[in-house]
């Protein structure tokens, strides 16, 4: 009994990894110290880590899911123009921390692999990685906060619904 529940553990842990690494098995990143998935993430400025959760779960939404919603919360022509323009520097600001983040990454490799890591090139790229990410989730949780001033209580109230029903 004990070899078969230690025989069927070791396959699923050889499954999770084989799992866990198929996107940089199958096609590498261009950085190899992020995932094939990351990588590209952080190129199309998509939210790896949910940096909006704070905002989106406390009543402030995301300018890109409110638009999604445009015509069932009516948004006024106003609204829609202010909202799409969050939006668009947002995908732009996002996109722009990507390629920092990954510059940063590739600079932490180099120094690395090529053997000229040292205290302080350490602390300085892993601080410098520290803004990025934090400039990042200001950028977000910022959209977050204006998209919310431009919506009425009522439309705050059908967005919501509109989330809880997905």
């Not at 009543?59 to 015509?71: E, I, S």
């Not at 431009?150 to 509109?162: C, G, H, N, V």
Request: glycine fraction near 4%.
């Amino acid at each position: 009994m004990l070899k078969a529940v230690l025989t069927s553990l070791f396959i699923f842990i050889l499954g999770a990894v084989a799992f866990a690494q198929t996107d940089s098995t199958i096609k590498p990143s261009a950085v190899k110290t992020l995932s094939l998935k990351q990588y590209d993430a952080l190129q199309r400025g998509d939210d790896l880590y949910n940096m909006s959760w704070a905002a989106e779960l406390n009543h402030y939404p995301a300018p890109d899911k409110v638009l999604a919603a445009k015509d069932k919360l009516k948004l006024d022509d106003a609204q829609l123009s202010k909202i799409t323009a969050i939006n668009t520097e947002l995908i732009r600001k996002k996109k722009e921390m990507g390629v920092f983040i990954i510059r940063n990454e590739r600079a932490i490799d180099s120094l690395f692999r090529l053997k000229k890591i040292n205290d302080g090139n350490l602390i300085f790229y892993t601080n410098r990685y520290g803004i990025y990410q934090g400039e990042l989730r200001n950028a977000i949780l910022q959209a977050c906060l204006k998209t919310q001033k431009l919506l009425t209580a009522k439309q705050i109230s059908k967005f919501e619904r509109l989330q809880d029903n997905k």
